[in-house]
């Protein structure tokens, strides 16, 4: 089996396995840092078109860009967060399913937030998502990246699954590797916490 393919499987089990604690920590808008609401709202109000919720978890922030009036879809791995996420927004489609794959005609879409979703991506495994957004949007389209954030790129203990840091200029190699020019870029770092931080990427003009 390819290595992605298998690292897709096990984030799908280490994530299946804690769905619940995970749905109890993060899974509402209440446990978002006001900076990024603020941060992806402003991001959506550039946006022309549908929206992807790539990796959208029990999708409290697939929510929240269909709240903005956004048509918004979100997509994930795990049953079990897509099931809590049609139960509690049941207005806002969701699908099962890799976004290393999207169901998604070339250049139709106009906006891909990946908030913390290609954290498990291995290194020399990352631009198979990042190609694979860049082929989905239009040539208009943006894409915003939350991630966490250190001086290299680093692989971590994450709480469910192994993970990996990267500094915004080694992110922004790959985005640029993969088609995109790198708009904007944001670091925020507090004292006894995990330095965090997001990059909005626009598709290249001549694709
Ligand atoms: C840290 S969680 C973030 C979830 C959500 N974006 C949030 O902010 O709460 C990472 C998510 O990415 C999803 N994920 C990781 N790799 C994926 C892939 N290849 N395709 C779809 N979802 C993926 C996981 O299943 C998990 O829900």
Known sequence: MHRLDRMVIEVSDAYSRRAAEYIEH????????????????????????????????????????????????????????IERARGTYPEVPFTIGSFNTLDAVDGSVGGVLSWYSLIHHEPDTIRVP???????????????????????????AHAVAPAYRWSVDDLSGQLIAAGFDVVESHVRKASGQRSQAAIVARCKDAR
């Open 26 to 81: 993060f899974g509402s808008m209440s446990a978002v840092h006001p900076s990024d609401r603020q941060l992806v709202s402003t991001w959506a109000s550039g946006i022309e078109g549908s929206v992807i919720d790539a990796g959208c978890g029990p999708g409290q922030w697939t929510n929240f860009l269909a709240e903005l009036g956004l048509p918004a879809r979100g997509t994930d791995l795990v049953s079990e967060f």
């Open 130 to 156: 990042l190609l694979e957004f860049n082929r989905a949007l239009r040539s208009d389209g943006t894409l915003l990246i939350g991630f966490f954030e250190g001086p290299v790129v680093e692989k971590f």
